[in-house]
């Protein structure tokens, strides 16, 4: 498996993968192409035999430029339960913390409790603290959809300063 960033041809993909998960909000096939040519430095894909089987997007907050927002996180049904997610996250915050990012955010509704271990994972792995708190109530939707809880990691410690010599 590699992982690496989008190109615009992987957004279909990344359409399908969503689509298919039966649990993600489904944006449209557009806005997936646009978030791989726009917000490609702060997602990536992961690949087998050159196929895209998971995907993981985020942005960084205009307003708080140390803290990068994960928006999806999806694996196709052929390789779940291979730790493909937790693989696509900490290869992300890999590429972002030398950027001068500190903190995770995204948002879990309640029920998904998969998600809520992913999320708990990195932030144990990383020794980062987590706080979970109310952000979207269900009443703030105007469709059927339960509330959305942030969930902050960090922060996450700073890339050592390369070692001099050679």
């Known amino acids: ?19 298919d998960s039966r649990v993600l909000d489904v944006n449209s096939s557009y806005s997936y192409l646009l978030w791989c040519r726009d917000f490609a430095q702060t997602s990536a894909v992961a690949r087998v035999d050159g196929a895209v089987v998971g995907f993981v997007t985020g942005y960084v907050r205009p307003d708080a430029p140390d803290t990068i927002v994960v928006w999806q996180i999806a694996v196709d049904a052929s390789q779940r339960g291979g730790g493909v997610a ?64 942030l969930y902050r990691i960090g922060p996450f410690a700073a890339v050592p300063a390369a070692a001099g010599g050679a």
Do not use: C, Q, W
């Open 86 to 149: 937790g693989k696509l996250l900490a290869h992300l915050v890999d590429r972002v913390v030398p950027r001068g990012i500190r903190y995770l955010e995204t948002t879990i509704t309640p029920d998904n409790a998969a998600s809520i271990r992913l999320f708990s994972a990195l932030a144990r792995d990383r020794d980062a603290e987590l706080v979970r708190s109310e952000l979207f109530t269900a009443d703030m939707f105007p469709d059927a959809h339960l509330g959305e809880d």
């Open 1 to 19: 498996m590699e992982i690496e960033a989008p190109v615009v041809a992987d957004g279909p993909e990344l359409h399908r993968i969503t689509v």
